[in-house]
DNA sequence: GATACCATGCAGGAAGGATGCACCGTAAAC
DNA sequence: GTTTACGGTGCATCCTTCCTGCATGGTATC
């Protein structure tokens, strides 16, 4: 492996901040699909830009769809996990079992109720 | 899940640069072990600051364990993979079927011949 | 004193991310 | 005709994180 190889590239992409949010809500969704409001106000604090910024590039990786109703009122925007952004998020469940198994003093999970997480 | 959760977290320090190629080149030594400056020469372009600093963290977070040996004319310090970190390996290695999936024209692995890629 | 091995400290610079503001297009509602 | 909701883009600035290079440190053997 390099630096520079598919799996480094992929891992890089993922861990930068709101990515996993974000593919995390779009596998919530009714039939993994998410408005881009939608999206925007489950996250919170992300700002349009931001929001925009990573849609655009998991949409480069193939990991989402985006597909737009212009006979709508306001534009409709919808974003879609793919068949391989699907596959994604069954290796961040694993990661996600893998962190139950050995880090489970963990502070800001044990805050939370992990029953509530999706993943 | 949150910014902040272990899985976030891991993620995060997984995709730093050259933390997987260290994984790896630990996963790839009998045994799992390497000593400091094997991985140095591996490792070929990495300064032993950053080395030590990524070491630190991977033991820190309990995917390596340390050992060292003072008996030893200059100190000898071998790093192996915890059976944590050997986990995380199959889930990079789960990242790597992925990746020949879905990424199969990626330029970088075109370049090399993965069966020599130990992932 | 030179060398091998393992490591840390400081300083500079590049990259990533947050923020603010302005702006585009459409279409319905007022 | 102006405002509103929706989904964006472009530019500029700031701050923080990360990476790198260079210097320095300790120890113990030769």
Redesign the pocket.
Known sequence: MQEGCTVNLTVKYI????TMLILLELYKGEGHVR????L?SCLG??????L??R??ELEKEGLIE?R?D?TT???????ILTESGLEIINIIKDMKRWALKWKISNIECGCQDCSQCVL
Chains 1, 2 share one sequence.
């Open positions: 861990a930068r901040k709101w408005r881009f409001s939608e925007k604090e992300i700002t349009q830009k931001v925009s910024a849609l655009r985006n737009v212009k009122f306001p534009v409709k925007s919808e974003y």
